[in-house]
């Protein structure tokens, strides 16, 4: 879509969420119901809200500064992205202050991610590999389990693992019979 000289002037060529200048694009913030509801936005930024691009949590730092842009469409999507990234302790910080007119916050829960990987967590091991609920992975190190004498030994095979939704560092998986929840960055897909 082309950048329309009213979003030209008010972003001034610059991505209206961080800010950066290099290749912009316009995004139109769902519902399209919403009056003004188009940001220009970095053309990375736009892949990873779209799904083309993977989501990665480090990109979107910069939240916290531009959540209190007076631009609707800018808190909505920052919105959004800090509830999409809930399980980043920055994140989780920015959103519990982030305050949005009720409008505002209306129009922020009616929409969503376009579907793709925007939509929902990705769950990858230690060497980067996606992982599913279902598949099998292998312990990296020996973890000892909080709250019990159980220790998972390196190279315990962990079956039939159910991903945590809200969480992509985390699995559970039982080892021993007891069901635990382990990092992914301790595990390797078998």
């Given at each position: 879509?082309?950048?329309?000289?009213?979003?030209?002037?008010?972003?001034?060529?610059?991505?209206?969420l961080?800010?950066?200048?290099?290749?912009?694009?316009?995004?139109?913030v769902t519902p399209d119901?919403?009056?003004?509801n188009e940001i220009v936005v970095a053309k990375e930024l736009a892949?990873?809200?779209e799904g083309t691009a993977s989501f990665s949590a480090e990109d979107w730092r910069?939240?916290?500064?531009?959540?209190?842009?007076?631009?609707?469409?800018?808190?909505v999507l920052a919105w959004r992205v800090l509830?999409?990234?809930?399980?980043?302790?920055?994140?989780?910080?920015?959103?519990?202050?982030?305050?949005?007119?009720?409008?505002?916050?209306?129009w922020a829960?009616?929409?969503?991610?376009?579907?793709?990987?925007?939509?929902?967590?990705?769950?990858?091991d230690a060497n980067g590999n996606v992982l599913q609920n279902g598949d099998s992975v292998v312990l990296t190190k020996t973890l000892d389990v909080?709250?019990?004498?159980?220790?998972?030994?390196?190279?315990?095979v962990v079956k039939n693992i159910r991903l945590v939704e809200d969480n992509p560092e985390q699995i559970e998986g039982r080892v021993e019979g007891q069901l635990i929840v382990i990092l992914t960055k301790y595990l390797r897909r078998q």
């Open positions: 879509m082309v950048i329309n000289d009213t979003l030209m002037a008010r972003s001034g060529g610059k991505c209206e961080s800010g950066k200048e290099g290749e912009v694009v316009v995004y139109s119901s919403y009056s003004d892949a990873q809200l910069f939240l916290p500064d531009v959540m209190w842009s007076a631009i609707p469409a800018v808190q509830n999409r990234l809930k399980g980043e302790s920055w994140a989780a910080d920015a959103l519990d202050i982030l305050y949005l007119e009720e409008d505002t916050l209306a829960q009616a929409g969503s991610f376009e579907e793709g990987e925007a939509a929902k967590p990705v769950h990858k909080k709250g019990s004498s159980l220790s998972a030994k390196l190279g315990t």
